[in-house]
């Protein structure tokens, strides 16, 4: 779980942020000079570190630089298991594919009132998907504030990201590539947190598998491909993973469904790679399942059709 704030330009961050800047920096085995020098003085430093001081923005990532972390990593060192919000998303999204609208009901009324408006934000989330599953025709069923909290958000963080996976599937075609970009981007920048959440690879993987799977539904074959390549490339700078890997030779082969030249060895090579699947996560193995046999039914009145 992580949380990052987007601080506008030139703000402040704040105060509290010092003493775990300083718990870092003691870890390294950084002195106080190499640090402050030419950013601070050594007298606001020290209060900084004390939790006496808050800090521009610009300052503070200065100072990040300074002992070689990145924000993102030292938001979720900072945060840890501490702040919710990002358990609280996928508690709304776990009732909702459990078909639980008691647990949304409750969700939203625990956060309708916080003094934190992400929680507030959550609320709605968790009574809009309330009321779709008890399919009341009186509330108000639209996604327009999700889509408008996603359009506000400039440079995503994790919480959009899984945010926008949970969603996908009803995001307008337009929409979705553009956060599509916004979710790459934040994973292609994001090295620092690849080495301390665990959870970066699950999520990686999914944003690809549903964005691609979608894709091709709407019989985008073209959007498909640089959406894999674009994949291979950034796999490759992050890191190693296996599901990874395997989730980019499922989803390569699945875009080789639509080939009639390729079908026959797409169809082989998917078999496999499912098996495997049951081995290394038995929830991609279901997914993986269900995607293939949508695919090649998809895929088999196109290639009769090309060959009358």
Same mark, same amino acid.
Request: charged content about 25%.
């Given at each position: 779980?992580?949380?990052?704030?987007? @601080?506008?330009?030139?703000?402040?961050?704040?105060?509290?942020?010092?003493?775990?800047?300083?718990?870092?920096?003691?870890?390294?085995?950084?002195?106080?000079?190499?640090?402050?020098?030419?950013?601070?003085?050594?007298?606001?430093?020290?209060? %900084?570190?004390?939790?006496?001081?808050?800090?521009?923005?610009?300052?503070?990532?200065?100072?990040?630089?300074?002992?070689?972390?990145?924000?993102?990593?030292?938001?979720?060192?900072?945060?840890?298991?501490?702040?919710?919000?990002?358990?609280?998303?996928?508690?709304?999204?776990? &009732? @909702?594919? $459990?078909?639980?609208?008691? =647990?949304?009901?409750?969700?939203? $009324?625990?956060?309708? %009132?916080?003094? $934190?408006?992400?929680?507030?934000?959550?609320?709605?989330?968790?009574?809009?998907?309330?009321?779709?599953?008890?399919?009341?025709?009186?509330?108000?069923?639209?996604?327009?504030?999700? %889509?408008?909290?996603?359009? /506000?958000?400039? =440079?995503?963080?994790?919480?959009?990201?899984?945010?926008?996976?949970?969603?996908? =599937?009803?995001?307008?075609?337009?929409?979705?590539?553009?956060?599509?970009?916004?979710?790459?981007?934040?994973?292609?920048?994001?090295?620092?947190?690849? &080495?301390?959440?665990?959870?970066?690879?699950?999520?990686?993987?999914?944003?690809?598998?549903?964005?691609?799977?979608?894709?091709?539904?709407?019989?985008?074959?073209?959007?498909?491909?640089? &959406?894999?390549?674009?994949?291979?490339?950034? /796999?490759?700078?992050?890191?190693?993973?296996?599901?990874?890997?395997?989730?980019?030779?499922?989803?390569?082969?699945?875009? /080789?469904?639509?080939?009639?030249?390729? /079908?026959?060895?797409?169809?082989?090579?998917?078999?496999?790679?499912?098996?495997?699947?049951?081995?290394?996560?038995?929830?991609?193995?279901?997914? @993986?399942?269900?995607?293939?046999?949508?695919?090649?039914?998809?895929?088999?009145?196109?290639?009769?059709?090309?060959?009358?």
């Amino acid at each position: 779980m992580i949380w990052v704030i987007n @601080y506008p330009k030139n703000t402040e961050v704040h105060q509290l942020i010092g003493l775990t800047f300083r718990k870092i920096r003691m870890q390294k085995n950084i002195s106080q000079k190499e640090v402050y020098t030419g950013i601070v003085s050594r007298s606001f430093f020290q209060k %900084f570190e004390k939790g006496l001081h808050s800090i521009s923005v610009e300052k503070f990532q200065e100072l990040l630089n300074r002992i070689n972390v990145s924000y993102d990593e030292f938001m979720y060192k900072h945060h840890g298991k501490l702040f919710t919000t990002d358990d609280f998303l996928v508690t709304i999204f776990n &009732a @909702y594919w $459990n078909q639980d609208p008691h =647990s949304l009901t409750n969700l939203h $009324n625990k956060l309708r %009132f916080s003094s $934190n408006q992400t929680e507030v934000f959550l609320s709605r989330v968790a009574l809009l998907f309330k009321l779709i599953l008890s399919k009341e025709s009186d509330g108000d069923l639209s996604f327009d504030f999700i %889509f408008n909290y996603l359009d /506000r958000i400039s =440079s995503w963080t994790f919480f959009e990201t899984k945010l926008f996976n949970n969603i996908m =599937s009803i995001v307008p075609s337009k929409k979705r590539n553009q956060y599509f970009k916004k979710a790459q981007f934040f994973f292609d920048n994001s090295k620092g947190l690849a &080495a301390v959440n665990s959870e970066f690879a699950n999520w990686y993987s999914h944003l690809y598998v549903n964005f691609i799977h979608l894709t091709l539904e709407e019989k985008e074959l073209n959007r498909a491909k640089i &959406a894999i390549e674009d994949m291979r490339i950034s /796999r490759q700078n992050l890191y190693t993973s296996e599901r990874n890997e395997l989730a980019y030779l499922f989803l390569k082969n699945l875009i /080789r469904l639509y080939d009639k030249e390729e /079908r026959d060895q797409a169809i082989e090579a998917l078999k496999k790679i499912t098996d495997l699947s049951q081995i290394v996560n038995k929830l991609n193995n279901e997914t @993986y399942s269900k995607l293939v046999t949508t695919h090649q039914e998809k895929t088999e009145p196109l290639h009769a059709k090309s060959e009358n």
